[in-house]
């Protein structure tokens, strides 16, 4: 897939580079992700897995605070990479959420073997009917 803007091949790039800082000595599964901020910039995150299983960080997580620790605080597009691009590597639903909190329903979501882009969708189409800050009034 090349139908991607110069900034969204920049994103896709951050998201497999990401990928190859992963920790994931557990599953030898290692995800990478990259978020576009409001003001353009790119924040990466790997999955950082611990023997204790559920106290590791996805590459989402891992992406969306350091975003947060930049002092910005909106998602314009996120990229994830992971896998071997045999089957597409999307945000787990707890991670779905989490994108949610900083992003809009028509947010992009690139998803990116090692290879590069092999999908792209909305937040929307794969969190439908979500609920975000806006809704607690």
């Known amino acids: ?14 998201a497999i580079a990401a990928m190859g800082q992963a920790y ?21 995150g790997a ?3 611990n023997a204790a299983y559920p106290v590791g960080n996805c590459a989402e997580a891992s ?8 002092g910005r605080g909106r998602i ?7 896998g071997d691009g045999k089957m597409l590597c999307t945000p ?3 991670c779905r959420q989490r ?19 092999q999908r792209r969708f909305t937040l929307e189409e794969l969190l439908p009917e979500s609920f975000g800050p806006e809704n607690l009034g």
């Open 1 to 14: 897939m090349t139908d991607m803007t110069e900034q969204e091949e920049r994103l896709v790039a951050a």
């Open 24 to 44: 994931a000595p557990y599953s030898k599964f290692p995800v990478g992700a990259a978020i576009l901020d409001e003001g353009g910039g790119i924040h990466s």
């Open 47 to 49: 999955n950082v897995e």
């Open 63 to 70: 992406a969306i605070a350091a975003m947060v620790m930049a």
């Open 76 to 82: 314009n597009a996120i990229a994830v990479a992971g």
């Open 92 to 94: 787990c639903g707890a």
């Open 99 to 117: 994108i949610r909190e900083f992003a809009a329903p028509d947010t992009p979501v690139l998803i990116s073997g090692p290879d590069g882009l």
